[in-house]
């Protein structure tokens, strides 16, 4: 069993890694990813993409199987900033409904914010050729996890 969980574990690190690595190739700023997020959103109807995202959270538990929670990588944290930036976008829409598209690039588009704060926090330094900056990580991540883990994500 513990080998099972091991090599679950170095999977989900390399996947992760893998999704910084290609987030760190083509960076683009925290502002430009929420306006793309924002224009993608501002057309919905507030009463039926809340309790979309309320249904979703209710299904939480599916997050390894589902196609629908694929690029999520704390699906909670993430649903509750996607209702307060639905909530911020000043152009309130009447589209009921979203396909499977508009779906999958909600959640790239939220994961490439997180994998954006990863990078931040001084995963890479974009001054050198090595990568990791492992000395600034130590100090910071432990910061990052706890804000992370407890407080909801900027949109403004």
Known sequence: M???KDAWVIDEFRKRWEAILKVRDCRRTQNEIIDELSSLIMDFRKESFIPYLIQMMIHIEQRNT???FKYLMSPM???VY???LLFSVEK???KEGLSKEEWMK???????IEMTYFCDIGFFNENTEN?????KVSVSLQTFLNYFGSAQLSYD
């Open 106 to 112: 909600i959640t790239m588009l939220l994961n490439e």
């Open 131 to 135: 990568g990791i900056d492992f000395d």
């Open 92 to 94: 309130g829409g009447d």
């Open 66 to 68: 589902s196609e629908a």
């Open 77 to 79: 944290k993430q649903f």
């Open 2 to 4: 513990s080998n099972d």
């Open 82 to 84: 996607l209702i307060d």
